[in-house]
């Protein structure tokens, strides 16, 4: 059984950084994409990022476009979201998900992700 742990979160001033780490584990796991979501509360989750594993497409939401940058290191099959410039409108609980293989197409809709985390809380400062 595949598992995403995700880590990194914590409270920061407005204009700061932090840096999210999503390890997965428990199985092989080999994934078609790997993407972050965000869900502040009484919102709805929305994408943040995703990244293909095989060529390292990269894929953003419009609001977090030139300050979040997703990466991944295949060796220890994992996946980064740096985030910079933050806004006290970036405060979530943020999560990992991955895609798996049989996946063709990387999505940005919550329902095309097969593996989730548990989460980490951001929270922005102003």
């Known amino acids: 059984q595949g598992q995403l742990v995700e880590s990194g979160g914590g409270l920061v001033q407005a204009g700061g950084s932090l840096r999210l780490s999503c390890a997965a584990s428990?199985?092989?796991?080999?994934?078609?994409?790997m993407g972050w979501f965000r869900q502040a509360p009484g919102k709805e989750r929305e994408f943040v990022a995703a990244?293909?594993?095989?060529?390292?497409?990269?894929y953003y939401a419009d609001s977090v476009k030139g300050r979040f940058t997703i990466s991944r290191e295949y060796a220890k099959n994992t996946v980064y979201l740096q985030m910079n410039s933050l806004k006290p409108e970036d405060t979530a609980a943020y999560y990992c998900?991955?895609?798996?293989?049989?996946?063709?197409?990387?999505?940005?809709?919550?329902?095309?992700?097969?593996?989730w985390g548990r989460g980490t809380q951001v929270t922005v400062s102003s």
């Open positions: 990244i293909r594993w095989s060529g390292g497409s990269t």
């Open positions: 428990g199985r092989t796991f080999r994934s078609y994409a």
């Open positions: 998900a991955a895609q798996l293989p049989f996946r063709t197409t990387i999505t940005t809709s919550a329902s095309g992700y097969d593996y």
